[in-house]
């Protein structure tokens, strides 16, 4: 494996330090001009092939967000002034899932977030035991192969992060992972939605595809919502029912490489779940609760609808700013060639799970 040191990306490094809100706000400002800009041109280019005749590309604005965001990192470079802003993306994110809870009754949360837990279970227990057979074969080092089968597993970097403070692995174990992550994330935008199309999936059928397959959160949902707005709800629906298990998967890791004595011993193992629990799962809860009882009024969901998409669109901004391509081809060929190969079991097993489960009326 390589030697060099990769740096660290814009998420992990504000997991390290504090920061303060005004030292947030040239970045939030960059989010947000980004995602503006992004749905301008969506809007641009629907005048120009409506109006004009122009061949404009059709092009959403999520995808125009996370382009711009790619042009700025890639050419210009995310400033030290912007970085602290810039890594508030994952609130954005977060926030845009809780307020996306109000368009779901509870009675489809508990339905098909009960289907989500039963495959995310099968899809937790071959992708961790997949990541690390190939983690073995390809002699990667072994606390690098824990933080690929974490973070391929439950969500990606956020996974990653929680692992490592849990299991201390080296810091280049750490970036390795991330790096490798977030370039199956990067694949997973461009090529999961013209499978989707091939396939001729359901909105439904597609967006749990993506919650279930594609690693970190932000990249899952993205690929979701190219494909439709619809197959970006189920997406997050999901992604949300994955996510849920990140803390009994760092608590197993965190155990086992402790009793080998290469990790601190987690003496209070309730509290270490409920530290790791991620709590948006929470609001969006709560929110689809309040949904269902009728507290909000039509105009009212109509209002948190439309703030969800204003919170999205900092976020999607955020997936290309703080993905640097030079970054992403650094880290060696094995991570990433044990990355794509356990992606790509991942995808077709949780891909057969969901056609399983639509043809058996499951899933509508």
């Known amino acids: 494996m390589s030697t060099h040191t990769i740096p ?3 998420a992990a490094e504000a997991q390290r330090r504090p920061t303060s809100l005004v030292a947030t706000l040239p970045g939030i400002a960059l989010l947000f001009t980004i995602g503006v800009l992004g749905k301008l041109m969506e809007s641009v280019g629907a005048i120009l092939r409506t109006e004009y005749h122009m061949p404009f590309p059709q092009i959403e604005y999520v995808l125009w967000a996370i382009l711009l965001g790619l042009l700025v990192s890639n ?4 400033a030290t002034l912007f970085r602290p802003g810039v890594a508030t993306y994952e609130l954005w994110l977060k926030l845009g899932i809780v307020l996306v809870g109000a368009r779901f009754l509870l009675q489809d949360v508990l339905h098909i977030g009960g289907l989500s837990l039963l495959l995310v279970a099968v899809e937790l227990l071959l992708s961790l035991s997949v990541m690390t057979l190939l983690g073995r074969i390809f002699r990667l080092p072994p606390k690098l192969t824990s933080l690929l089968a974490i973070g391929s597993s439950i969500c990606g970097v956020t996974a990653i992060m929680a692992a490592q403070g849990a299991i201390d692995p080296d810091e280049e174990d750490t970036t390795t992972a991330i790096a490798a992550i977030l370039t199956l994330g990067a694949i997973a935008l461009f090529t999961f939605p013209a499978i989707g199309h091939l396939l001729r999936m359901s909105q439904q059928a597609y967006g749990m595809w993506a919650g279930l397959a ?5 990249e899952s949902i993205v690929t979701g919502s190219l494909f439709g707005q619809d197959a970006g709800r189920w997406t997050i629906l999901a992604k949300t029912a994955r996510s849920s298990f990140i803390g009994f998967v760092v608590l197993g890791y965190a155990v086992y490489w402790a009793s080998r004595g290469q990790a601190a011993v987690v003496e209070h193992k309730a509290l270490f779940l409920w530290q790791k629990f ?3 799962i929470l609001g969006f809860l709560a929110i689809s609760f309040l949904a269902t009882a009728g507290f909000f009024t039509k105009q009212q969901l109509g209002s948190l609808s439309s ?14 700013l703080r993905t640097n391509l030079k970054d992403l081809v650094g880290q060696g060929w094995r991570p990433l060639v044990v990355g794509v190969l356990g992606e790509i079991f991942i995808a077709l097993i949780t891909l057969g799970l969901v056609f399983w489960s639509y043809n058996h009326g499951v899933t509508r």
């Open 8 to 10: 660290m990306p814009i």
């Open 75 to 78: 050419t210009l470079g995310v």
């Open 214 to 218: 594609v690693d970190n959160t932000a």
């Open 278 to 280: 991620p709590k948006f």
């Open 307 to 320: 703030l969800s998409q204003w919170a999205f669109l900092p976020a999607f901004a955020g997936v290309g």
